[in-house]
Nanobody, 125 residues
Framework: QVQLIESGGGLVQAGGSLRLSCAAS????????MGWFRQAPGKEREFVTG????????YYADSVKGRFTISRDNAKNTVYLQMNSLKPEDTAVYYC??????????????????WGQGTQVTVSS
């Protein structure tokens, strides 16, 4: 079982940047893919981005391509989400997630089964 703790959320003006972090424990971090999801009020949770267990492959939702960057530091058991050029429609609770299977690619169809508690990101216009 993986334990995930997100941090770095907050309030930012449109056009600004935030960096989210997610610290993992409980399983060999370098052996599984990671992802970030978000859920806005009244909407379903959606895939934002994923990264393979090696860190060499990344996937992004069309809505964030070119603005968000996922990365991982296996030595620190941490995955990051750098968010630039933020828009009000990026406002949501952001969750990191771990693939339940080892050696995955981090695609939207990966078997993400461990979740953090979420961190609020609010973008004002």
């Amino acid at each position: 079982q993986v334990q995930l703790i997100e941090s770095g959320g907050g309030l930012v003006q449109a056009g600004g940047s935030l960096r989210l972090s997610c610290a993992a424990s409980g399983r060999t971090f370098s052996s599984y893919a990671m992802g970030w999801f978000r859920q806005a009020p009244g909407k379903e949770r959606e895939f934002v981005t994923g990264i393979s267990w090696t860190g060499h492959l990344t996937y992004y939702a069309d809505s964030v391509k070119g603005r968000f960057t996922i990365s991982r530091d296996n030595a620190k058991n941490t995955v990051y989400l750098q968010m630039n050029s933020l828009k009000p429609e990026d406002t949501a609770v952001y969750y990191c997630a771990a693939d339940r299977r080892s050696y995955g690619m981090g695609t939207p169809r990966s078997d993400f089964g461990s979740w953090g508690q979420g961190t609020q990101v609010t973008v004002s216009s």
